[in-house]
DNA sequence: TAAAAATACTCCATAGGTATTTTAT
DNA sequence: ATAAAATACCTATGGAGTATTTTTA
């Protein structure tokens, strides 16, 4: 009858991992337990949902199917929680999710003026959860540089702000006073590439495919792997000059597009709170007029 | 740790009753079981969710919260089941909804013609369900009559048409040639005063607010509240034309607005043939370019 | 006193654990 | 033979039932 979140957290485990032992033991409970729960899983759906056959697990279509539901199902469920908490409590809350660089002073206090009953609570995110940090209710709205994975969200464009590439001082690169992307195609990136997509149509480095290097998400994490001299990365102008290193090197770039800067919530909501955010963060933060409509995409 | 639905069920439930043992019964389970149930719930969350004081059970602004976020929640839940189930057929099957009167001949056929191994079924809605067939995946789209409870989906504005009054053909009024709606303000409207507001405006008859009548949502039904005199109702043209009947007159009334037709489907979706049922749907029965951006209102 | 919800108790379904078997390479 | 998942069997938690008590207008 009702769908069992314990099951369908144990089900996203096994399709990550595509394997019981192991996400058993990520789960922290006997492998025979985890088979069984995927079992009763399979015949409360009746479906199969992985293929155990010779050498390995895998999805089945409809155990992707279920992947792609599942993870967002099981974050509204967290989101669902938290909500119902925070209401109970006798000052209403927003909490703002933000990336590192952004200066939100002037939405908040304009948020503030509109609104002085609502305490406004900050949440510093990374390039990997700005937005699951609202899909899973820790924030209510999040202000995200693009490209975000956009399922579920609502989004009100802020403003653009051109990025420029951080190299080591001593990087040959870093005395001239401008670069293209292309001049760092044998460079190693230190991010997700999918925040440079300009960076992917270069050649790549044969270290890339020999070691696929594992992207870090915090901007200082970044610096400190930059001045050791393990490659570059890209940054929006705000944060590269936010966090200064005399180490590194902040060099524009050309035929790299600006960063967008949005306001990101879940379409599923309909808060005045909300709203009465977006209106202010696109009044202060927002260039030209506010009439710009709020797109899901 | 994981939320239960089960009592997330009971919960709607009595928040919908605020009565533990009416709720009961409708969850055929006896009283008792729901007290603990509910009671676990609020331990589990934390929280209390109904004041059960003197006189009755009321919600919680806690509760208020989680009755909100519940019922999406649960409708989610059970569009994944039915998305899962869906996805181990052979054949992919697009579902796609329609309020009566609407012909979406043209869209499925140019679907069709784009999609030649998509199996389109088509799955007929009212005013109570057109937006919940959608959320609950019984369908993956869903061509709806505006306005709309709109949280969580996208919609894309296909065309409008006129409205028209269905009377009584021994109706005074219906002799004339037209009418203005204030005309109709001493008459029992027979459907969901939400669909038709510019009513509301006009004084009502003393019966409404004494015997508030239980609208119906069947077109046919309607039709035979109209015919037997109990009052009048409001249609677009298409489906006013469509349910012909010697005894209903209609007659076009000023001052009412046309009815916008939209397709419309979950948010938090991302699926090409959603998006490409989309394409077809403004090709073959949208007005004007197709440039019109999708908003999430 | 009456109505509504909570508590006491019993029973059973099921999640989880350990030990072991089956299956496919 | 080995690795991976399934099965056997046991224990304990917790959900549901009936009967009863508590609470408050």
Known sequence: MDLDLRKLRYFIAVAEELH????????HIAQPALSRQIRSLEDDLGV???????????LTPAGHQLLEDGRLLLASSQALQRRAR???????????????GITLTAATTAFAARHPDVQVRLLRTDWTNQVEVIQDGRADVSI??????TEGLSLRPLFNEPRVALLPVRHPLAQRAS?????????????????????????HPPTTAAAPFEPVHQVEEKLELVASGAGFCVLPLSTATFYTRADVAVRPVEGLAA????????AARRSPLIAGFAEAAAATLGQGPSQTPTVSV
């Open 179 to 203: 670069l293209r992307i292309q001049d760092l195609a044998d460079d190693q990136l230190l991010q997700d590439p999918q925040a440079v997509p300009e960076w992917r149509q270069a050649p």
């Open 48 to 58: 199969e949902v992985f293929d155990r056959d010779r050498r390995g697990t895998r």
């Open 259 to 266: 960063n967008e800067v949005a306001l990101a919530w879940t």
């Open 20 to 27: 019981f032992a192991r996400a058993a033991e990520r789960l």
């Open 86 to 100: 925070n209401a109970a409590h006798d000052v209403a809350v927003l909490t703002v999710g933000f990336m590192p």
């Open 144 to 149: 995200v540089r693009l490209p975000v994975e």
